[in-house]
């Protein structure tokens, strides 16, 4: 069982910044695919951004150039810098582990093994 638990979320300003923690429990985190994911209210969960154990990343068209995805392993954490915050970002945003990886980049949720509670971030127009 892998136990993730994000942070960092809030309320900011269009054009704004944040910066998301997602922190894993396991000491094999470095092997994990890591996502983001986001789900704003009545909308399905969409992908975000994934980082490979390798540290190749890939971004969904909507956040590409704005968002980047990085990963710390020796604190079994990765991270999701957000700027230039619009206020179509606002969601529900989960981290999620990948960790037997089939694909090069996973974007669906079913390819993810396990998933974080999630955090609320809000941005004002």
């Known amino acids: 069982q892998v136990l993730l638990v994000e942070s960092g979320g809030g309320l900011v300003q269009a054009g704004g910044s944040l910066r998301l923690s997602c922190e894993a429990s396991?000491?094999?985190?470095?092997?994990?695919?890591m996502g983001w994911f986001r789900q704003a209210p009545g909308k399905e969960r969409e992908f975000v951004a994934v980082i490979r154990r390798s540290g190749g990343t890939f971004y969904a068209n909507s956040v590409k150039g704005r968002f980047t995805i990085s990963r710390d392993n020796t604190k079994n954490t990765v991270y999701l810098q957000m700027n230039s915050l619009k206020p179509e970002d606002t969601a529900v945003y989960y981290c999620?582990?990948?960790?037997?990886?089939?694909?090069?980049?996973?974007?669906?949720?079913?390819?993810?093994?396990?998933w974080g509670q999630g955090t609320q971030v809000t941005v004002a127009s």
């Open positions: 396991e000491r094999t985190f470095s092997t994990y695919t």
């Open positions: 999620a582990a990948d960790i037997s990886p089939r694909t090069t980049f996973p974007q669906y949720r079913y390819e993810y093994d396990y």
